[in-house]
């Protein structure tokens, strides 16, 4: 089968790899969709943090946020998953450890990740096996590109959930990437009044074009109580702005990531009262987010700006965008396309 494969630093090919086959406990996938994301992008520059940690080495096979059908079941699988549709958890704990025990699989220290870590082959490619524990069912309604923004979908949904914003809350979301518009479409959904902060002027255009009309920068944000906000973006600066423009027994969620070291000064955090909450991994989120595609009451479709096949994968990866997109933020992949 077809499989994108990064070799090193800047070096991204589709190559002909063995297919996989079912092992015990787990099953074979034909992916129908993927999404490409800044986590893709940073295995491919080399700048990702597990590189230098060394729970991620080239070569490497990306794509953790994926929709397929079933093909094949190992052994001590029901049969019964066999032609269905799904998505699946990229965090796969060693289900032994404490934190597995205690349902936090995401965070055991000997996970592998999907695409990302522990030597997991990604959803990148035709197929795709993974442990039957990590798959969710997606109904109908949900189609394939729905499917494959469920992954990014759960990472929006926890932290619209962290930042506890109800009906009437005034929340802001600064960074209008696909993180940052799909937490803002679930505060939406919350009954919040949502506002978004971002640098340029097309990414705000794009955001306002999704009902959120209040779209600012820096220069143009007005001076208003903010119950919660959501850091979802990749400025060092922005949990310090953020921690500074909460109101006192406010929230502030983390869920974008710099570079380099983001600080802040805790004795305002002690002074204003404020709630900070971390965010990683879509694992607790992805059964809701399924449920609020299912029911319309969040639709992250106009976010896909293209559908492209695995061979344009390299120069997406790059930079690049493909002919004919959208604004949206986000490239999506048909791995049967140009087969
Ligand atoms: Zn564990």
Same mark, same amino acid.
């Given at each position: 089968m077809r499989a994108v494969v990064l070799s090193g630093p800047g070096r991204c090919a589709v190559q002909e790899v063995p297919a996989p086959t079912a092992v015990p406990g787990e099953v074979v996938v034909d992916v129908e969709r993927v999404g490409v994301c800044g986590t893709d992008v940073e295995l491919f520059t080399g700048?990702?943090?597990?590189?230098?940690?060394?729970? /991620? /080495?080239?070569?490497?096979?990306?794509?953790?946020?994926?929709?397929?059908?079933v093909t094949a079941v190992g052994g001590g699988v029901d049969p019964?998953?066999?032609?269905?549709?799904?998505?699946g958890d990229t965090m796969l704990g060693d289900r032994v450890c404490r934190r597995c025990r205690r349902g936090q699989q995401h965070v055991c220290e000997d996970r592998q990740e999907v695409g990302i870590r522990g030597d997991r082959p990604g959803a990148l490619a035709e197929q795709l096996a993974v442990p039957v524990q990590s798959?969710?069912?997606?109904?109908? /309604?949900?189609?394939?590109?729905?499917?494959?923004?469920?992954?990014? !979908? !759960?990472?929006?949904?926890?932290?619209?959930?962290a930042a506890a914003v109800a009906s009437g809350?005034?929340?802001?979301?600064?960074?209008?990437?696909?993180i940052g518009l799909l937490t803002a479409m679930f505060l939406r959904a919350r009954g919040a009044e949502v506002h978004l902060l971002g640098v340029t002027a097309p990414s705000l255009?794009?955001?306002?074009?999704?009902?959120?009309?209040?779209?600012?920068?820096?220069?143009? +944000?007005?001076?208003?109580?903010?119950?919660?906000?959501?850091?979802? @973006?990749?400025?060092?600066? @922005?949990?310090?702005l953020a921690l500074d423009l909460v109101?006192?027994?406010?929230?502030?969620?983390?869920?974008?990531?710099?570079?380099?070291? @983001?600080?802040?000064d805790t004795r305002t955090l002690l002074l204003k009262d404020v709630t900070a909450v971390g965010v990683l991994s879509a694992s607790p989120g992805l059964a809701p987010t399924i449920?609020?595609?299912r029911t319309g009451a969040v639709d992250p479709r106009p976010l896909v700006a293209a559908t492209v096949g695995l061979a344009e994968v390299g120069a997406v990866?790059?930079?690049?965008?493909?002919?004919? @997109?959208?604004?949206?933020?986000?490239?999506?992949?048909?791995?049967? +396309?140009?087969?």
């Open positions: 700048e990702l943090s597990y590189l230098e940690t060394g729970h /991620s /080495s080239y070569p490497l096979r990306p794509g953790h946020e994926w929709c397929g059908r019964a998953w066999l032609g269905r549709r799904v998505t798959l969710h069912e997606l109904p109908d /309604s949900v189609d394939p590109v729905l499917g494959a923004l469920v992954e990014p !979908g !759960g990472n929006a949904w926890r932290a619209a959930q809350d005034r929340a802001l979301v600064i960074g209008p990437g696909t255009d794009f955001a306002r074009g999704l009902g959120f009309a209040d779209a600012w920068t820096r220069d143009t +944000l007005p001076d208003l109580p903010v119950d919660a906000v959501v850091d979802a @973006s990749t400025d060092p600066g @922005s949990p310090a109101e006192p027994a406010g929230r502030v969620v983390c869920i974008g990531i710099a570079g380099t070291p @983001s600080t802040i449920e609020a595609y990866l790059a930079g690049g965008r493909p002919r004919g @997109s959208g604004a949206g933020p986000k490239v999506h992949v048909d791995p049967r +396309l140009g087969a």
